[in-house]
């Protein structure tokens, strides 16, 4: 899979307010990263050592998305491909309609090409 930064997103998290919209600021820099999907979980979050979280997929940056949680959503291996589940994140989890978060701890397929969005503005491309 593919994380970048993505400034539509960032608008829409920014439009739709928030007690700290007013201090987002998009990365001048955020570079692509790749992180495979494998094994029997894959953990997205934002590493705490103090919390014993320690991501597969980890978005402590640089750029620090501050809205993405320390234990943001989890990937599940399906029978016929992956599935992503919202942790319970501060601020949701929202695959390929970035108006409409998924419901917490509820399973929802991904497929190749599939983007979901978390945080100020990360996307999470599937692929």
């Known amino acids: 899979m593919t994380v970048s930064a993505d400034r539509t ?12 919209a007013g201090a987002l600021v998009f990365p001048d820099f955020c570079p692509e990263r790749q992180f495979p ?3 029997s979980q894959v953990l997205v979050g934002r590493r705490s050592r103090s919390r014993g979280i320690h991501p597969d997929i980890d978005l402590t940056g640089p750029p ?8 943001h959503a ?4 399906q029978a016929d491909g992956w599935a992503v589940v919202d942790l319970g994140s501060a601020n949701g989890t929202y ?3 970035p108006a409409k978060p998924i419901p917490v ?4 397929a991904v ?5 979901i969005f978390a945080g100020a503005w990360t996307v999470i491309t599937v692929t």
């Open 9 to 20: 997103y960032y608008e829409i998290v920014r439009a739709a307010g928030g007690p700290d």
């Open 37 to 39: 999907l494998r094994g």
């Open 64 to 71: 620090e998305d501050p809205g993405i949680s320390h234990a």
């Open 74 to 77: 989890l990937f599940l291996p």
């Open 95 to 97: 695959v390929n309609d």
């Open 105 to 108: 701890r509820a399973p929802i």
């Open 111 to 115: 497929k190749p090409g599939d983007r």
